[in-house]
């Protein structure tokens, strides 16, 4: 089976805090690759990340930083001094090279931060 | 265009009308994507479309929605006879060649109300 588990459905933190939203998937493939998409209350949904199952480097981008680990099969997502513009819905997504690879992407129930100043 | 556009940005319809949603996805995409979000869940893929073809239909609810493409351009998403239960955000989505590493890019979605 292909699936995305966001476990937290809310969180909320105070401005400055850090916070980690955590992602775990399951699919049958060797090659996939997840994503990490952020939807403000705009709705447009907005591209974070993508990680290929073959490259277990932890990155980071100014505040952000992913830690994906597939001992575990989780790609967690950390956002370090929170601001109140990180307020929105985050979505974790896999892509499985082996769906006839077309890109469709299987979406995890998203996790809603809310940063309070 | 410079990004995905859907319209109406909001639809309300009465229980039993047909809806027509519309897609315009970035010029020289050949994939597309439907996906619907209701209240407070995450998304559900609907279909793709790889050119003006639909490799991948199995997220159509039921027989009742209906999509096409032309010109390997616009979409349209078609709901016949609506439901309460359609109520929801369908987000519209393209990506340059629909290979499973692309990012996908997304309009801001048509909200849709069923009273």
Request: charged share 20%; hydrophobic share 30%.
């Amino acid at each position: 089976a292909q699936k995305v588990t966001q476990a937290q459905t809310e969180i909320s933190v105070v401005e400055k805090e850090d916070v980690t939203l955590d992602c775990v998937y399951e699919t049958r493939d060797t090659t996939y690759y997840l994503f990490w998409y952020k939807q403000p209350p705009s709705g447009e949904l907005v591209f974070l990340i993508r990680r290929n199952s073959f490259d277990e480097q932890n990155e980071i981008s100014g505040r952000y930083s992913w830690n994906f680990q597939k001992s575990t099969s989780s790609f967690n997502f950390t956002i370090t001094a929170s601001q109140v513009v990180d307020s929105a819905v985050y979505f974790c997504a896999l892509s499985p090279h082996g769906s006839g690879n077309t890109g469709k992407l299987i979406f995890g129930q998203g996790t809603t931060l809310q940063v309070k100043p | 265009g410079a990004g995905v556009s859907q319209s109406p940005s909001n639809k309300v319809t009465e229980k039993g009308k047909d809806v027509e949603l519309r897609c315009d996805p970035i010029s020289g995409h050949t994939a597309l994507y439907w996906y619907r979000q209701r209240l407070g869940q995450g998304l559900e893929f609907l279909i793709y479309f790889q050119g003006n073809s639909a490799p991948d239909k199995s997220g159509l609810p039921s027989d009742r929605f209906s999509a096409e493409r032309t010109g390997e351009s616009v979409s349209t998403l078609t709901i016949q006879r609506t439901q309460q239960e359609d109520s929801a955000v369908y987000l519209c989505a393209s990506s340059p060649d629909g290979r499973a590493n692309e990012k996908l890019f997304f309009g801001s979605g048509t909200q849709l109300s069923v009273l």
